[in-house]
RNA sequence: GCCACCGUAGCUCAGUGGUAGAGCACUCCCUUGGUAAGGGAGAGGUCAUGGGUUCAAGUCCCAUUGGUGGCUCCA
């Protein structure tokens, strides 16, 4: 006798189990029409689910036209359209196509699969599969649940021959693997699992036995029609189980909505979301430019973007003056020993450009194997081995790589971070507890070897600008310190209008042992970078595991057009550098204690934040940031000498001004002007050359706004500016 | 780095084995005008690079290089 809860609090009593699509009947009519799902105590499950004992039910509907359809809805849909794809690609291209994990995203889903040697899935199939697909869907048949036991299971399994589903049935059956032996975990065994028996679940669309069926925990919709609209999208490849030495599979992305209507509109906004991509806009607006003779990810700032640049730079140092930081200059390189010390060589060795070495030493080296240059050049001399290792406490360094020091290479390496050149800086001079913190500051280039494949724009690249800074500090300051971070990244994110952020603390994994530092000075920083992020007043996430293993951080992460998240800046505590670097500071004891490092880079680097800066704003810059502030528009060739002399007061007011003194009518100039988004447009005629006057057009206003006096333009433009306005506010 | 796709004028792109094209931008000429393109002419190419197949290659094949989307990675 199930008691049914309903949402609205409402009790219904059954005298004998009953399905939900039985419940949303009893309910009304319109309900059981729309329903597409149930959620059962939280977990969505289908329709046809039998209720047998006491639950909370939520019954999942397909959204009324002109409605937003729910999360729940979308996930249903979307993870019935992976079925419903998964069959069409087979009838395009064969059943040897072997399936292997099929899960709802954000924006669709995916299919995993395996495309047999001699043939290939393509982008030129996509028509035949969408016909396909929409086939299935209009044939509207049902998704009928079935389970069988495992032994069952596993040998129809075994019969169909796809070592995928074996894979996944035995890890959702809790066993090892008899066909992997990857390390990793599965990508997400619940999305198999059958959470109630200890059988499997198979779906088929339509008739067991006759129609199409997979492996699947479910659930889905009650039958294909009731998937709005679905499209297969774009092809990419993947790895079983994200395992990059396990198969590489072809990954078929594809996406499903309640209607056509709402499908069209997405697919819309992937376009409109194009346009605002930095890397077009870039192009365009001629903002940066990339040379594959130059070379990859290294980003050639062209006169335009370099004012972007460069004010966003004064920005923030402006704000860091406030603060009490002070700026230090380090050069592009430092020596391997450097970073030995630190401790970034070898162990990043990969992500760096090689080392920098010599010519005679390498005219030297030409004649011994590669094996015994890498020794070489990754070799440590006694002494150094000695004191980091006395100053970690472990052996950090190890036997096998110290060297006599004859044998070294000597060499360079460019920056691939900053901080090894700034705690020089700090053991350059002693230090008094009382001058604690020292805030070093410096926009350090770093160059890092991303591969090739991540490369993107100028959200990742090799060579970068971050707005970097050290703080050396006593435990008892981490807390302020921390905040004094974070109000640096509330004052700018609010100046630029940036509210599409958010905030990840990374804190220690209770279960490791792999962090250096006291765990009270870890519960005390822990609990300084959570409070410092809870004041943002923005979502922030903890996540266990994630803190660097000399101390926990904070970062900052936003999305790009295209939904991709990047992660902008950081702050992070760090117990160790002190140590590997040997750095002190007088106590109030008269003795020698060891700085706290705080590493913060707020915005990342100069490159990615601008890139962000580009789609948040589409180009269209607040007139402080604008390569081009003003540009005026003389009606007639006429009126150019007036133009000239608008133009000349405004430069002389420190407003980037330009002319556009050609032949064209004015028509052209304004929509010439438009497109390349310049916040004001000065349009004189000889009314305006009489009068002193000047006719303003605002960017996004789509007319002319009349004349204003050009000293009362000028003064406008100029508190708009010095004040950093993110609107534009000038108006005759 | 791996997989797939792509690379034609400064930009956006057409060109399916037979004489390299369009629009915009650029230069010049006409037009001297009041708010999103007035008109005309001209110039601009080693079709990413290198090799191959072919009587003939922008087009087909191979390699390299760069880009895009994913995967993996991201101190």
Redesign the pocket.
């Known amino acids: 006798m199930p008691v049914i809860t309903l949402p609205n609090g409402d009790k219904k009593v059954f005298e004998k189990p009953v399905t939900a699509a039985e419940v949303a009947a009893s309910i009304g009519a319109g309900l059981a029409k729309a329903a597409i799902g149930a959620k059962v105590d939280g977990e969505l499950r289908d329709l046809s689910t039998v209720l047998d004992r006491d639950c909370l039910l939520a019954i999942v509907t397909a959204p009324k036209p002109g409605q937003a359809a729910s999360a729940d809805a979308l996930y249903l849909m979307r993870h019935s359209a992976a079925h419903v794809m998964a069959e069409a690609i087979q009838d395009v291209l064969g059943k040897d196509v072997l399936l292997a994990y099929g899960p709802p995203t954000d924006t669709g889903f995916f299919y995993d699969m395996y495309v047999p040697e001699g043939k290939?899935l393509?982008?030129d199939h996509f028509d035949a599969i969408n016909t396909r697909m929409a086939e299935i869907i209009a044939e509207n048949r049902t998704f009928t649940r079935y389970e069988q036991d495992a032994e069952a299971s596993l040998t129809r399994l075994q019969r169909e021959g796809n070592k995928y589903k074996i894979d996944n049935a035995e890890r959702a059956l809790g066993r090892a693997s008899s066909v992997y032996k990857s390390s990793k975990p599965v990508a997400d065994a619940s999305m198999i699992r059958n959470p109630d028996t200890t059988g499997l679940s198979f779906y088929a669309t339509g008739e067991p036995g006759k129609n199409w069926e997979d492996l699947c925990r479910g659930p889905h919709v009650p039958s294909t029609g009731r998937i709005g609209a679905a499209r297969v999208m774009?092809?990419?490849?993947?790895?079983w189980h994200?395992d990059?030495n396990s198969d590489?599979l072809?990954?078929v992305y594809g996406t499903a909505f309640a209607s056509q209507a709402d499908l069209d509109a997405y697919l819309n906004q992937l376009e409109q979301a194009k346009a605002r991509d930095h890397?077009v806009i870039g192009?365009?607006l001629r903002l940066f430019h990339?040379d594959?003779t130059v070379g990859?990810?290294l980003i050639l700032w062209t006169p335009k973007g370099a004012i972007v640049r460069k004010e966003l730079q004064a920005f923030i140092a402006a704000e860091l003056k406030k603060q009490g930081y002070t700026e230090v200059f380090t050069p592009h390189i430092g020596s391997l020993e450097l970073y030995k010390t630190s401790g970034?060589f070898p162990y990043?060795k990969d992500?760096?450009y090689p080392p920098i070495i010599e010519r005679e030493t390498l005219e030297a080296l030409a004649a011994c194997s590669c094996a015994e240059v890498m020794r070489r050049v990754e070799g440590v001399s006694a002494r150094l081995a000695a004191g980091i290792n006395e100053r970690t406490k472990a052996q950090t360094i190890t036997p096998d790589r110290v060297l006599p020091d004859e044998q070294l290479v000597k060499g360079f390496m460019l920056k691939?971070?900053n901080c090894p050149h700034h705690a020089k800086i700090f053991d350059s001079a002693p230090h008094s507890y009382r001058d604690m913190p020292v805030r070093l500051a410096e926009f350090g280039t770093v160059y890092?070897w991303?591969?090739?494949?991540?490369?993107?724009?100028l959200t990742r690249v090799r060579g970068f600008t971050q707005d970097d800074a050290h703080l050396f500090c006593t435990e008892d300051q981490i807390p302020a310190e921390i905040q004094g971070c974070l109000t640096l990244v509330k004052v700018i994110f609010a100046t630029l209008g940036m509210k599409d952020y958010r905030v990840r603390v990374g804190l220690r994994d209770p279960d490791s042992s792999k962090y250096t530092g006291s765990a009270e000075s870890w519960d005390k920083a822990e609990a300084a970078c959570l409070e410092a992020a809870a004041s943002l007043g923005v979502a922030f996430s903890k996540e266990p595991g994630e803190a660097?293993f000399y101390g926990p951080k904070i970062d900052f992460v936003v999305k790009d057009v295209?939904g991709?998240e990047w992660q902008l800046g950081?702050v992070?505590v760090d117990y160790q550098m002190g140590n590997r670097f040997d750095l002190s500071y007088i106590g109030p004891d008269g003795g020698k204690h060891r700085p706290v490092v705080i590493h913060r880079a707020p915005f990342g680097s100069m490159e990615r934040f601008c890139g962000v800066l580009i789609e948040h704003f589409a180009g269209a810059f607040p007139t402080w940031l604008s390569p081009e502030q003003v540009r005026v528009l003389p009606?007639?060739?006429?009126t150019n000498e007036y133009a000239q002399r608008v133009a000349g007061l405004l430069r002389e007011a420190g407003v980037r001004v330009g002319v556009d003194a050609g032949?064209?009518?004015?028509?052209?100039k304004?929509?010439?002007a438009?497109?390349e988004k310049i916040p004001y447009?000065l349009?004189?005629?000889?009314?305006?050359a009489e009068a002193g006057t000047v006719?303003v057009?605002v960017r996004g206003v789509?007319?002319?706004l009349g004349?204003m006096p050009l000293s009362a333009f000028v003064e406008g433009v100029v508190g708009e500016i010095a004040i950093r306005r993110a609107d534009l506010t000038v108006r005759p």
């Open positions: 290939k393509s982008t774009s092809l990419a490849s993947s790895y994200g990059e590489r072809t990954r890397r192009k365009n990339i594959e990859q990810g970034h990043y992500a760096q691939p971070m890092r991303e591969q090739s494949g991540e490369l993107n724009g660097a295209i991709r950081t992070q009606i007639s060739e006429k032949p064209d009518r004015i028509q052209a304004v929509k010439v438009a497109e447009l349009v004189v005629g000889p009314r305006d006719s057009r789509e007319k002319d004349a």
